[in-house]
């Protein structure tokens, strides 16, 4: 791909739209050490964004899903919201997400229970630094267990209960910034994830869609498991197997 692109951006055709690939190209070719990118450098941060983007958006659907059909109170709650925010003849548009607050709710309370990055990425500080009072020797490995911070009954009530309600209320406070210690599954600071809102309307889409098209069965009415195990993220030991029955009237949505 990087092969083509490369032919490609040597002619014409490339002027006038230049994407993301197009502009990592380029500062392949400055020149100047401080701002030039290395080919290896534009591979790491390419793969970088692919590896980042797809296992940890699709394990959180897979979760999301599996937390819904555990609870069918909450489930029911999340369709109702779609019937009176798309309808039940509407495809969903990027423009219904910001109305779909409990489906955010449910987003939220998911990646509080299962963040697909339990440890973030590891931090090595430059410098021996003292923080609290702790010493932090230069080029320690850290690591921040958000999936513990997350279940601490110090900061959340009843933490294993799947609760999307409690996001509701305070939304200002914990929302995916990184500014509230007791929530941060995408990191905090200068190096916080770069594809959150990527993250979250991808995120939002695939459920409203899965949701709003279908009902869904557990074969042989069995609840589906919650075992976790760390892989690249934080994954089902037992991958979902829920059976899609068509719930709309609107046949354009099947198509
Ligand atoms: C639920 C989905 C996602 C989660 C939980 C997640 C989580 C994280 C975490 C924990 C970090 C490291 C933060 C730190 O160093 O403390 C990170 C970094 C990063 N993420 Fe995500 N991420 C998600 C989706 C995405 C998407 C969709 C993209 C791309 C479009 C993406 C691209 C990146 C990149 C490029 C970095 C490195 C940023 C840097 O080092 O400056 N992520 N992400």
Redesign the pocket.
Known sequence: MIEQRKKLGEGPKMADSKDFLQQLLELNQTGDVKTSLSMKEINA?LL??VT???D??F??IEWAMTELLRHPDKLRRVVEELDAIIGDQNIVEEFHLPRLLYLEAVVKET?RIH???PL??P?MPSETIVVAGYTIPKNSNIF?N?WAIQRDTQFWEDPLQFEPERFLNVTEKRNYK?NSFDFF????????????S???K??MLVLVTLLHCFEWELPNGRKPDVKEQLRL?LSKVEPLVAVPIARSSNSMQYQ
């Open positions: 941060v970088n964004i980042g983007a797809t940890t958006t394990t959180t990646l963040p697909p990055a973030l990425m931090h921040f958000v990184g599954l995408f990191g905090s600071g200068r190096r916080i994830c770069v594809g959150i990527m993250a979250e991808i995120m993220v």
